[in-house]
């Protein structure tokens, strides 16, 4: 079973930001954690991160007929970037929101998902450990 997981903007400095919110690791030590989960579980994962909306929609229009399950943390986006809806919308496979922090305990702005209607599961405020349960899930549900 393939798996995609996207990361989106700003989670290349993880390890910087407030360790209260979104832990110590940086991007590369979570991704080995996912990969390391992976493994554990028989899933071919990739996971990728970039800064650039316009590639973060590439990178969900390549993944058209390719993957059998999605992660998806769009981070800031989630709040606003319909474009990341729309581009996702097209996929009939399992897609699994994920978020370090517990966005629904913060501030208003970021109690709203755009991905709401689109995905299957959601596990938000886990940590790193919220990337092992979405796997977990697609595991389970995917494929
Ligand atoms: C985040 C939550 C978002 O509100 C925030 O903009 C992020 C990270 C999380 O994983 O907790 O950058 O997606």
Redesign the pocket.
């Known amino acids: 079973m393939r798996v995609l997981v996207l990361n989106g903007?700003?989670?290349n400095v993880l390890g910087r930001r407030d360790p209260k919110?979104?832990g110590g690791l940086s991007i590369a030590e979570l991704e080995s954690r996912i990969y390391g989960w992976a493994r554990e579980l028989q899933l071919t994962v990739q996971c990728r991160q970039t800064n650039d909306e316009g590639e973060f929609i590439k990178w969900c229009h390549d993944s058209y007929d390719v993957v059998d399950g999605m992660v998806v943390?769009p981070?800031?986006w989630?709040?606003y970037a319909w474009s990341i809806h729309d581009a996702l919308e097209p996929l009939t496979i399992p897609i699994v929101e994920?978020?370090?922090?517990n966005?629904d305990e913060?501030e208003e702005w970021?109690r709203t998902s755009v991905l709401s209607d689109l995905v299957a599961a959601r596990f938000i405020g886990h940590g790193p450990d919220g990337y092992k349960l979405a796997l977990d899930y697609l595991k389970e549900n995917a494929g």
Not at 98 to 101: D, E, I, Q, R
Request: a positive charge.
């Open positions: 903007v700003n989670l919110l979104y943390n981070a800031a989630t709040h994920v978020h370090l922090s966005i913060r970021r």
